[in-house]
């Protein structure tokens, strides 16, 4: 696996690790690291030709497209490394077993240190791929390569593209993570339950404006009621599915596929405070859904499709036709 990184001092740039640590010890994380979190971000295209150039310059690409985008690959390949590594890093293994080193001047840090910074990489590693793919974002006509792929999220037309936005709405402490167990809910509600509330010919107009980044103002000001739906409920349909950790960091999956550190899943008490606020209190999903109905109801001239669609009604009584909310909770259910 092609990676770029040439040697400790360069890796240190971002992490802060021991300078007796040899970089044949790191190779292997970094090989590792780039293969499951990295290319998803770039591409393929994109991350060969940024390896191509930082190879053939010792460091250094030759154009400032890719020295640019250096610094914006390298730090959350770092703390993706270390994430990685640190589980190992922390002991030795050999024909007496798993050991702990303890010197003379040295001994083990915690495992309570140990797992906080596990866990602060993971944090920082999410932080920094979500700023890697905003600059991919903000300069995708010079990053051609990235933007005709599937790394580019904006192909997609989704509404909730990335952490960061889901983040201005739900509290996932910007963790890709939750983000990706996430996404299959946020595909199936844009799918299924948009097109009801805002007609399937709004739907299809405002997906593709946003594969081509042609947004009017008027669509714009829809995204940003749809957004907080989307997040909500996504997140209250993925709560049964997932062991959480809800405290001052936001919510934390615990599960062993995605390898996340925690001490605790979160208690039922809060699970139901948590799917309360989501979905029923003045905040929640349902609230909106109703508040979008009433937006689009008084500015329906602005959205021909809405307007002309079986979803709105000129109709004075009973008044505008709203699609049903089908809940399992709820004591009616609508077809």
């Not at 690409?61 to 640190?86: D, I």
Request: proline share 4%.
């Amino acid at each position: 696996m092609d990676i770029v990184f040439l040697n400790t001092a360069e890796f240190k740039q971002y992490v802060s690790i021991d300078a007796e640590t040899k970089f044949t010890t790191l190779k292997g994380f970094i090989e590792e690291a780039a293969e499951d979190f990295i290319i998803e971000l770039v591409g393929n295209a994109e991350y060969t030709a940024l390896f191509n150039e930082y190879n053939l310059g010792s460091g250094t690409p030759a154009s400032l497209k890719y020295q640019n985008l250096l610094a914006y690959v390298q730090r959350p390949l770092a703390f993706y490394t270390m994430y990685l590594a640190q589980p190992e890093l922390a002991v030795n293994v050999g024909d007496s077993g798993i050991t702990e080193y303890v010197g003379e001047d040295r001994a083990a840090a915690p495992k309570y240190k140990q797992d906080s910074l596990r866990f602060s990489y993971l944090d920082r590693a999410d932080k920094a791929a979500e700023k890697l793919l905003a600059f991919l974002e903000k300069h995708a006509t010079t990053y051609t390569d990235w933007a005709a792929s599937d790394a580019n999220t904006q192909l997609e037309g989704l509404i909730v593209p990335t952490a960061s936005v889901a983040d201005e709405h739900i509290d996932i402490n910007g963790s890709r993570r939750i983000f990706k167990r996430l996404k299959k809910r946020i595909k199936d509600i844009e799918g299924r339950m948009v097109p009801r509330l805002i007609s399937t010919a709004e739907h299809n107009t405002l997906t593709s404006a946003i594969k081509t980044d042609n947004l009017s103002t008027e669509q714009r000001v829809l995204i940003d009621r749809l957004r907080p739906i989307i997040s909500k409920k996504a997140l209250f349909e993925t709560l049964p599915s997932m062991k959480v950790v809800v405290g001052p960091g936001g919510i934390t999956v615990y599960s062993s596929s995605d390898g996340v550190v925690t001490k605790s899943a979160a208690s039922k008490d809060e699970l139901e405070m948590l799917k309360y606020s989501l979905k029923d209190s003045d905040t929640g999903y349902m609230k909106l859904i109703d508040e979008l109905q009433e937006f689009l109801e008084l500015n329906a001239d602005n959205y021909a499709g809405y307007k002309e669609s079986t979803a709105f009604t000129s109709r004075a009584d009973p008044g505008p036709g709203r699609p049903p909310e089908n809940s399992k909770d709820r004591k009616h259910f609508s077809v």
